[in-house]
């Protein structure tokens, strides 16, 4: 699938950077021995593109990326596109549309809205439909190895072996599981928590040929084998035993951590025998004026709505970051009306000639990245030092130092101010 157009980042090779170190929430969010990262962020289901709960996720991977390229390391970094999926073909047959005329449209906004707010584009944009022979041989594997049985014509995974890395009680597991599309009160499964790899044929669905039938895949699977195909290689059923984990990071949402990247990351080991990631880091979610943003109470706010309306792309990439990204937040209009005030202080002051050396800021800007991309702190720091230069008769005027710091804040902040 076409990403979108690559972004120019301005060199920062003079700047000295400390490693970043991130609060994983299962594994080690700790990339100082690595020239190279393989990060995975788990894509849109394209019907509900792009609402501000998205581009949160998707601007915490953005800014984890910048800092590591900015480190001097190599980003691999691939993302996936649910295309197939039951909410997607529920929706299009509530609006009457074509399922794929509606994902083509909300993909085409998602490219236009990732472009708005300057988000590195993957090297790999992978929708599951293009996809499906692969998906078709790794259940195959996972059948030749013990991993799969038959409810009716349906192939389920198996999850028995890896219950133990369960993130939550299993109670609660069950409950969270039904409410992100699983079935488990299906008569028939061997653990309630099974996971389905290939749904059989359903009439008036979508279907692809495969050697377990006619049918569609599973979510999780679809995102264990676009993981392992784009960062591994096209011999990614044969990786080798021996390495410690076969990605280094897998991120998205807090709302993925289960059942979706519990059942992807065991569907991959499953299939290889070898951990899926070396850590998972998941973003908080969004809510709107107090209340939880979600379609049910149809309190979305879309970013092609509020650029439509005239807003400023980098105010709200700006909003975005005056939160940890860590944290579940609420998004309102006076937080957006915070992010532009300060970002035209920020703008005055970049605009001055007579600034002094700004390598004080930068590197406290950087210590605050590197605790655990701690930006609501490091745009306190940008903001505040805009507000309080003192005269140009108490410093030395370093020339150029507006442009400098400009060029900073557009390869690691991804603020073109
Ligand atoms: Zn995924």
Redesign the pocket.
Same mark, same amino acid.
């Given at each position: 699938m076409k990403s979108w157009p690559a972004l120019y980042l301005p060199d920062t090779s003079d700047i000295d950077f400390p490693e970043l170190r991130l609060n994983a929430d299962r594994g080690i969010g700790d990339f100082s021995d690595l020239t190279n990262v393989r990060l995975y962020v +788990?894509g849109i289901t394209p019907y509900d593109a792009t609402h501000l709960g998205h581009a949160a996720t998707y601007l915490t991977f953005d800014m984890i990326s910048r800092y590591l390229i900015a480190t001097g390391k190599e980003v691999s970094f691939v993302e996936?596109i649910t295309d197939i999926d039951d909410p997607l073909l529920e929706r299009a047959t509530r609006d009457g549309i074509d399922w794929e005329d509606l994902a083509g449209n909300q993909i085409d906004l998602f490219r236009a809205d990732m472009t708005a707010l300057h988000i590195i584009p993957p090297q790999s944009f992978i929708a599951v439909t293009e996809v499906m022979p692969l998906v078709e041989a790794a259940i195959s594997q996972l059948r030749d190895r013990g991993f799969t049985y038959l409810v009716d014509q349906d192939t389920y995974f198996d999850i028995s072996s890896f219950l133990g890395d369960l993130p939550i009680p299993y109670e609660q597991a069950l409950a969270i599981f039904a409410e992100r599309g699983g079935d488990p009160d299906r008569v028939g499964k061997r653990n309630q928590l099974d996971p389905i790899l290939w749904l059989s044929h359903r009439e008036g669905e979508p279907s692809w040929p495969s050697v377990h039938g006619m049918g569609r895949p599973g979510w999780h699977i679809e +995102?264990s084998v676009i993981a392992l195909r784009y960062l591994l290689g096209e011999n990614f059923l044969t990786v080798s035993g021996s390495k410690s984990s076969l990605i280094d990071i897998q991120g998205?949402g807090s709302d993925?951590v289960f059942p979706?990247h519990f059942m992807?990351g065991a569907q991959a080991q499953a299939l290889t025998g070898v951990p899926l990631s070396r850590s998972y880091i998941h973003g908080g979610m969004v809510g709107l004026d107090g209340q939880k943003m979600s379609k049910s109470l149809g309190n979305l706010v879309f970013v092609s709505k509020l650029l439509q309306s005239g807003r400023d792309a980098m105010a709200i990439r700006y909003a975005l970051l005056l939160d940890h990204y860590a944290a579940d937040r609420m998004w309102s209009d006076e937080i957006l009306q915070t992010a532009e005030s300060q970002i035209a202080d920020i703008r005055s002051a970049l605009s001055r000639e007579d600034l002094p050396d700004v390598t004080g800021l930068i590197n406290s800007i950087n210590l605050d990245l590197a605790d655990d991309l701690n930006t609501p702190s490091a745009l306190a720091h940008l903001h505040q030092w805009s507000k309080e230069l003192p005269s140009p008769d108490q410093y030395v005027i370093s020339p150029g130092a507006g442009g400098r710091l400009a060029r900073y804040l557009d390869a690691v902040l991804g603020l073109a101010l």
């Open positions: +788990c996936n +995102c998205g993925l979706h992807s």
